[in-house]
Each structure stands twice: as structure tokens, then as C-alpha cells.
């Protein structure tokens, strides 16, 4: 696990630890001493604690004029027992809302694990993004199957194109505008 680090090819574009209004200003990370872990795992140094245990993120891109986040996500997403949404929602959503952010990519390629809890958080984070959305991609089978079997999927856009979604050969803006598109052919 300590080989696989976030999203790279748009760090040209935008890092968090620069942008003034990111939860992770000024966070200094190193590529050599590795302090994170994963259920004993070590994880590469470049990803971001928010205060769960075993599941972490990284704001690949924000674009506070279109309203628009890209946060890549890896571990186990365990809100059963670590409370891993609530964390997630205070600390890191709603601090890209104050800014604007209602339109939210979560991607999913890494998380190993999902264990529920209730609904609440996600709902209160669909509802607050009001003519936003939040897309789930490429997140495992199995997790997508624990959403749906813990209502999660009332509040969470995935399923069909987006499971397999080629993000990488995308640009930021692209990638908003790709899953802008199929979001609203759903909803004709």
C-alpha cells in the first residue's frame, strides 16, 4: 500500500497544501518518512489524515468558480465504528461548502471496505448541496452493494458509467463536465 499514492498529473493545476481556502493549507509532507498506516500498513506520505483511523483522502482539485471538488479516497470507509463520515463531513466537506464547493467527485479505485452505520451525515450532505451532487467513482462491487444496502445511494450518484470510469485521461475540468453530463442525462 505505501506505493500508491494519489493522483499526481495535476498537480500543475492545483495542490491543496497552496490553496489558502483547502482544509490541508500548509501541510508539509514528506517523501521519504512514512507515518500513516492502514491497519498496520504503511501508506505513501502524500495522502491526508481528517481523523479516521483506516480511510484517507486527497483533494486532487477544487475549483471554487464552478463549484467543484475531486477528492481521491483510499482504506477502509468504516462509519461504523470509527464514525468515518461525520469526520469527513466536518472537517472536510463542509469547509469546501463555505467556499462555494456543491459539486463533489469521490474516487473510489482504492477504498478496500465500507462499513455503515446510518444515513444521516449523507443526507444532510446531499441536502446542503442543494442543486450540487455527489458522484461516486469506480468504487468496488461490494461497496457499492453496502451503500445501496445501507440507503447510501439515496444521497450518492454511481452506478452505470460511473463504475468504471476512466478518470486519469481526463483534465479536472473534463472530468466535472463528463460526469456533469451523465448526471443530468439520468435526470431527463
Same mark, same amino acid.
Given at each position: 500500500?505505501?506505493?500508491?499514492?494519489?493522483?499526481?498529473?495535476?498537480? +500543475?493545476?492545483?495542490?491543496?497544501?497552496?490553496?489558502?481556502?483547502?482544509?490541508f493549507?500548509?501541510?508539509?509532507?514528506s517523501?521519504?518518512?512514512?507515518? +500513516?498506516?492502514?491497519?498496520?500498513?504503511?501508506?505513501?506520505?502524500?495522502?491526508?489524515?481528517?481523523?479516521?483511523?483506516?480511510?484517507?483522502?486527497?483533494?486532487?482539485?477544487?475549483d471554487?468558480?464552478?463549484?467543484?471538488?475531486?477528492?481521491?479516497?483510499?482504506?477502509?470507509?468504516? =462509519?461504523?465504528? *470509527?464514525? =468515518?463520515?461525520?469526520?469527513?463531513?466536518?472537517?472536510?466537506?463542509?469547509n469546501?461548502?463555505?467556499?462555494?464547493?456543491?459539486?463533489?467527485?469521490?474516487?473510489? =479505485?482504492?477504498?478496500?471496505?465500507? +462499513?455503515?452505520? =446510518?444515513?444521516?451525515?449523507?443526507?444532510?450532505?446531499?441536502?446542503?448541496?442543494?442543486?450540487?451532487?455527489?458522484?461516486?467513482?469506480?468504487?468496488?462491487?461490494?461497496?457499492?452493494?453496502e451503500?445501496?444496502? *445501507?440507503n447510501?445511494?439515496?444521497?450518492?450518484?454511481?452506478?452505470?458509467?460511473?463504475?468504471?470510469?476512466?478518470?486519469?485521461?481526463?483534465?479536472?475540468?473534463?472530468?466535472?463536465?463528463?460526469?456533469?453530463?451523465?448526471?443530468?442525462?439520468?435526470?431527463?
Amino acid at each position: 500500500m505505501h506505493l500508491i499514492e494519489p493522483h499526481y498529473s495535476w498537480r +500543475h493545476l492545483y495542490i491543496s497544501a497552496e490553496d489558502k481556502l483547502s482544509p490541508f493549507y500548509g501541510r508539509e509532507y514528506s517523501e521519504f518518512e512514512y507515518t +500513516h498506516t492502514i491497519y498496520n500498513y504503511f501508506i505513501h506520505p502524500q495522502w491526508d489524515e481528517f481523523g479516521s483511523p483506516t480511510l484517507y483522502i486527497k483533494i486532487l482539485y477544487a475549483d471554487y468558480k464552478i463549484k467543484a471538488a475531486v477528492i481521491e479516497m483510499i482504506g477502509e470507509w468504516n =462509519d461504523a465504528i *470509527n464514525n =468515518d463520515i461525520m469526520f469527513f463531513k466536518r472537517d472536510v466537506i463542509e469547509n469546501l461548502m463555505e467556499q462555494g464547493i456543491n459539486r463533489f467527485i469521490l474516487l473510489g =479505485d482504492n477504498v478496500l471496505n465500507f +462499513h455503515a452505520s =446510518d444515513d444521516c451525515y449523507y443526507e444532510e450532505w446531499s441536502e446542503e448541496a442543494g442543486e450540487g451532487w455527489i458522484a461516486a467513482l469506480n468504487f468496488r462491487p461490494h461497496v457499492l452493494q453496502e451503500f445501496c444496502k *445501507n440507503n447510501i445511494d439515496f444521497y450518492l450518484v454511481f452506478g452505470g458509467e460511473l463504475n468504471d470510469f476512466i478518470w486519469r485521461n481526463y483534465y479536472p475540468v473534463q472530468l466535472i463536465e463528463a460526469v456533469q453530463n451523465i448526471i443530468s442525462r439520468r435526470l431527463q
